[in-house]
């Protein structure tokens, strides 16, 4: 029990939060809702500090690792991947545009008017903590150095930024995570004092349930794919991943999931070199299941604050959100600090927004990992069959 507490820890501290800040939202006299704004302010402000920092620190250190020269099977299984990512992206997108809108029209100018409060704190606003540089710029320098370590065979750069990276993913843990809850609690103080939070949470329990609908979708259409590539029946390649599946939906971690992904591997006839390459390394870059609970969860926020969603953004914002990804595992959230800061270059999010997501994206994180770690095992099988076609690759 001690184990299951300490594993869902976050999404339970994120849980009291709503619940307290709907309390309060409700309850609490107007002066004591302000003090949560200022308070939501200032975190607001040190988390567009930290993001810049996030970025380098996760993204560089994720680009960095890849060894392009590591042979075809790399960049065959990158590809794969990546396309699988884009694919689930897309779906995830037209499902949302369709669907949400007509959950949460009803809610639209409750949020609005809830987000909207500001102004008790705005004498506080020339308290500025400025970040050392937009997020673009954060971005375009960590692919350049993130390409470049993973290019040349010095090591200092990789030492230093391998240090920068344990510096940040220790900051965040001891930091970021906990002052989520916090925030959290802010941003439904503020939902709440409208008097109308029950219809927005009931949107929201909806569009989890169509997002878990979406991963199981995308995990059948992934071994749908398996099975035409490898002529086998798909439903029999889908039913010795399930395993990994319910552990992946218990543990919330790809790593953790790894030696029973490998198991179930072997099961669907995997050779055990290709299962020992590629499980690992999907676990670190093929990420769908997250691309469609950001996707979705990213809409579902645009439509809520009457943010225009245009297809023109949503295009560079997914083939980005592929690549980005590669910087999310093994940190509480990390899908959610590494994507900030193209949910605010593209989409335009600020701070609140992108607190409302992490609250959405945590409550069906297990599911989102799980359908990640479902679709390594799609790319195993795949990359096995093509292993035999390609009889010249060697493994590094």
Known sequence: MGEILKRYSLLLKIFVGIILGITVGLFMPESIINFVNILNLFISKFINFSVPLIIIGFVVQGIGSLEFSSGKILGITCAISYVFMLISGFISYFVSIKVFPMLLDNTLKVFENSIDMSNSAKHFHHIDIPPIMDVTSALILSFIIGIGMSCIKGNLLKNVFSEFHSIIEMFVHKIMVPLIPIYVFGVFVKMSSTGHIQKILSSFSKIILIIVCIHLFVIFMQY???GIVTKRNPFSLIKNVIPSYTTAL???????VIPVSIKNALSNNVSEAIANFVLPLCSTIHLSG??????CNSVAVMIINDVPIRFANIVPF????GVVMIAAPGVPCGAIFAVSGILQSILGFDSSMIALIISLHVAQDGFGTACNVSGDGAIAIIMNYINNILKNIKFV
């Not at 218990?250 to 953790?256: G, L």
């Not at 997250?290 to 996707?295: D, E, N, P, Y």
Request: glycine share 0%; hydrophobic share 65%.
């Open 224 to 226: 749908i794919v398996a």
């Open 290 to 295: 997250s691309i469609i609970s950001i996707t």
């Open 250 to 256: 218990a543990t919330q971690s790809s790593v953790a």
């Open 318 to 321: 997914i083939l980005m959100l």
